[in-house]
C-alpha cells in the first residue's frame, strides 16, 4: 500500500491533477490519498473510507472495486487487514523517484527559462549594435559631408584670393600704364614749349642787326 501527503506535491502543476477513482476532485482536495495494493489506483482518505490507521506500517488495502471482483457483498469498504509481511522498501524508492522527477521537472523548467531569458538579452543586445553601427555611420557619412563642403569653400576662397590678387596686378599695369603716358605727355610739351620759346626770341633779334647796319 502506498500513502501520500499533498504537501509532497512540490511541483504547482501536481495540483491540477486528478488521480482519485472515486470523485471528480483533484488531489489537492484533501491533505492525504491512498492507493489500492491491487489496482494502483488512488484515492482520498475520505473517498476510501479509512482513517489514520491505514498509515500503520504492514496494512494493506483493496478499494471497493477490486473488493468486489473479490466476491464482496457489501460496497463498504472494507477493513484494512493486517499484513505479517515485512513491509517493503517499494514505498520509499516510488516517493523518492517522485520527488526525483518533480524536482527534475522543476530544475528543467527554470532552465528552460534561464535559457529563454539568455536568449532574449543576447538579441537585445544584438538590436543595441545593429542600431548603434547605423548611428555611427550617419555619423560618418555626415561628417565627410561636412568635410566636403569646407574643402570646396576653401578652395573657392583660394580661387577669390587669386582672382583677388590678379585683379591688382592688372590694376597696377594700367596705373603704372597711365603714369607713364602722362609723364611722356608733359615732357613732349615742355620740349614743344621750349623750341617755341628759342624760335621767338631769334626772330626778335633780326630786327635790330639790320638796324645797326643801316646806321
Known amino acids: 500500500m502506498l500513502y501520500r501527503s499533498t504537501e ?13 477513482q472515486s470523485c471528480d476532485r483533484p488531489d489537492a482536495a484533501e491533505f492525504e490519498m491512498i492507493e489500492c495494493d491491487a489496482c494502483k489506483r488512488w ?8 482513517d489514520q490507521e491505514a498509515k500503520k506500517p504492514g496494512r494493506r488495502y483493496k478499494c471497493s472495486s477490486c473488493s468486489a471482483k473479490q466476491g464482496a457483498c457489501n460496497k463498504q469498504f472494507p477493513q484494512l487487514p493486517v499484513d505479517d509481511r515485512p513491509v517493503r522498501s517499494t514505498r520509499t524508492s516510488t516517493k523518492k523517484s517522485q520527488v526525483a ?16 531569458i539568455a536568449e532574449e538579452e543576447l538579441r537585445h543586445r544584438e538590436q543595441e549594435l545593429v542600431a548603434l553601427a547605423e548611428l555611427k555611420q550617419k555619423e560618418l557619412e555626415e561628417s565627410e559631408r561636412q568635410l566636403k563642403e569646407r574643402k570646396q569653400l576653401a578652395e573657392e576662397e583660394k580661387s577669390l584670393r587669386e582672382r583677388k590678387l590678379q585683379d591688382e596686378k592688372e590694376l597696377t599695369a594700367l596705373q603704372s600704364k597711365l603714369r607713364q ?10 620740349r614743344q614749349a621750349a623750341l617755341s620759346s628759342k624760335g621767338g626770341s631769334r626772330s626778335g633779334s633780326l630786327p635790330d642787326s639790320n638796324q645797326k647796319v643801316s646806321d
Open 43 to 50: 484515492e482520498h482518505l475520505e473517498c476510501a473510507g479509512v
Open 181 to 190: 603716358a602722362s609723364l611722356e605727355k608733359r615732357q613732349e610739351i615742355i
Open 8 to 20: 509532497m506535491m512540490k511541483d504547482r502543476r501536481d495540483t491540477a491533477k486528478h488521480n482519485c
Open 101 to 116: 522527477s518533480a524536482t527534475s521537472s522543476v530544475r528543467a523548467a527554470m532552465m528552460e527559462a534561464q535559457l529563454k
